[in-house]
């Protein structure tokens, strides 16, 4: 692989291409790049890794401009698209990096188990006893899916192969059916 060669102006102002790069970014109103491709991807400033989205995405910038066509670096416009592509890409990674982390790490805690603490299991699984009984055989799918086995409306629908409306109706029947019985209780 050739080593990239960067324009001429850019060797002669800055010791190194990074340098150049980040001088890029600095330049004007560039840093609005980052900030669009965070907005695309719903990231408000709320979210806990924000912060960590916007380096994420500066170096990212850093990196895109460097790895530009010489074609696509004579022109801003066409140079500042292809970073926004490369900021938006990496970004976009890294959530689902952040996500992947979060399922992995699942903490264990045991609570010592109290005579008292047994009566509202009994309560519980009495209540859960008449809820299936009264549920459709598609809303216990429903149930088990989400509660059991923890899925979202995605993952049941493309495993039941039904829509996800299909699905949210069932939740709702399991919603209308567990309050019917809630109050009877």
Same mark, same amino acid.
């Given at each position: ?11 002669d ?14 330049t004007g !109103? +560039?840093?609005?790049v ?8 719903h990231?408000?400033?709320?979210y806990?890794?924000y !912060? ?13 401009y *460097? ?8 022109n801003? +416009?066409?140079?500042?698209v292809?970073i926004y ?5 990496h970004?976009?990674?890294?959530? !689902?990096?952040?996500r992947?982390?979060?399922? +992995?790490q699942t903490?264990?805690?045991?609570l010592?188990?109290?005579?008292? !603490? ?9 209540l ?17 899916a989400?509660?059991?086995?923890? *899925?979202?409306v995605?993952?049941?629908?493309r495993?039941?192969e039904?829509s996800?409306k ?13 309050k019917?019985?809630?109050h009877k209780?």
């Amino acid at each position: 692989m050739s080593p990239m060669k960067y324009p001429r102006e850019a060797t002669d102002v800055f010791e190194t291409p990074q340098q150049a790069a980040f001088e890029f970014l600095l330049t004007g !109103d +560039h840093q609005n790049v980052i900030y669009g491709a965070i907005k695309r991807l719903h990231i408000y400033r709320s979210y806990e890794a924000y !912060d960590d989205l916007v380096q994420e995405g500066r170096l990212a910038f850093v990196r895109s401009y *460097l790895r530009a066509p010489e074609a696509v670096r004579k022109n801003e +416009h066409k140079l500042l698209v292809y970073i926004y592509q490369g900021v938006y890409w990496h970004l976009l990674n890294c959530l !689902d990096q952040f996500r992947r982390k979060g399922e +992995h790490q699942t903490e264990v805690t045991t609570l010592p188990v109290q005579a008292t !603490d047994l009566e509202p299991t009994l309560e519980t699984n009495q209540l859960y006893q008449q809820l299936l009984s009264v549920l459709s055989p598609n809303e216990r799918r429903y149930l088990t899916a989400a509660y059991v086995r923890g *899925l979202n409306v995605s993952e049941m629908a493309r495993e039941f192969e039904v829509s996800r409306k299909t699905i949210y109706w069932w939740k709702a029947g399991v919603a209308q059916k567990a309050k019917i019985i809630w109050h009877k209780g």
